[in-house]
């Protein structure tokens, strides 16, 4: 039975059909946090993102397609997030096991970076074929072709809210103006959270957010206002309140591996800030199975108040 939590969380999507909303249902009533109204998905977009040997040769296993949906069972994750090449090599193996969201769009690092565009690698149709749950896509909002992702998005959400499907945003700020310690930003994220929300996304992921502020005219206003900024929890109830005042279900990434100490720190400040959960991919797949199934476990415990 839906527990009350997720009703309340489906409520808050007044437009969706029953389609996108039953696969919204899936990834909130799967895993080891089922019914909880909280979200740990592993995300392996990486080998395209960063490249094979920066993102695998850490855990050589990882190398294997199958290794990561095997990873996303064993710990009881919500979802398994990847790109299309990486879905099809287990979408057979691993029908029905756990829900699927397929990333659409894809850049790689043999470009200059300043102004990113990625490029479009995967549809609606190959993610209804491969029996998933929600598409993904991201958007770098700082950039100079950001309005190119935007439209691009639009039609793709279109077409997969038509559907049945979930939409999940990366919303990762980046570009020519924004500094490097910018693109981590409190108001910064704080805007690419309500981007995300504002371009329809069901699901929006961004990075954790720093107490530094990029926008001199928001220091302004955040300092005018006694915006809390100053710990953890307090930036991570912002970012929540900037998407839509909590009704819509906003998750963080883990960034690159670090220790777990400090992972479980950053878990503790979105589950006391009122955020909905993590995406934890490098951290994941880059340790041994048997640390990563750990630490996943233990992060899905702090979750579930358990410690």
Request: charged share 20%; hydrophobic share 40%; net charge neutral.
């Amino acid at each position: 039975m839906m527990s009350d939590r997720v009703k309340q969380i489906l409520g808050w999507y007044e437009s969706d059909n029953p389609g996108s909303l039953a696969n919204l249902r899936r990834m909130l009533g799967t895993g080891t946090l089922a019914d909880t109204g909280k979200m740990v998905i592993l995300p392996v977009d990486q080998g395209f993102e960063h490249g094979p040997a920066r993102s695998f040769a850490p855990n050589p296993p990882a190398y294997n397609p199958h290794y990561h949906f095997e990873l996303a069972l064993e710990a009881g994750c919500n979802a398994y997030a990847a790109p299309l090449g990486f879905i099809e090599a287990g979408a057979r193996s691993f029908a029905g096991e756990l829900p699927l969201i397929l990333k659409l769009n894809n850049h790689e690092l043999l470009h200059d970076e300043r102004n990113p565009m990625p490029a479009i690698t995967a549809s609606v149709e190959h993610a209804l074929r491969l029996g998933c749950a929600a598409i993904g896509f991201t958007v770098y909002p700082g950039s100079a072709l950001n309005n190119g992702m935007y439209e691009q998005f639009q039609a793709l959400s279109e077409e997969a809210k038509a559907a049945g499907l979930a939409v999940v945003i990366w919303s990762y700020p980046r570009g020519e103006n924004l500094s490097k310690e910018g693109e981590t930003a409190i108001d910064v994220c704080a805007y690419a959270a309500q981007i995300a929300c504002q371009l329809g996304a069901h699901v929006v992921k961004i990075k954790f957010p720093s107490a530094h502020l990029e926008q001199e005219a928001a220091r302004k206003v955040y300092e005018k206002e006694k915006v809390a900024i100053a710990q953890p929890a307090e930036r991570i109830r912002h970012i929540v309140q900037s998407a839509f005042d909590g009704r819509r279900i906003v998750i963080f990434s883990g960034g690159a591996i670090k220790g777990e100490a400090g992972l479980f720190e950053e878990v503790k400040a979105i589950r006391d800030g009122g955020g909905f959960g993590s995406i934890i991919g490098r951290n994941a797949f880059q340790r041994p199975r048997k640390d990563a199934v750990a630490m996943l476990k233990k992060i899905m415990n702090i979750y579930a108040g358990k410690e």
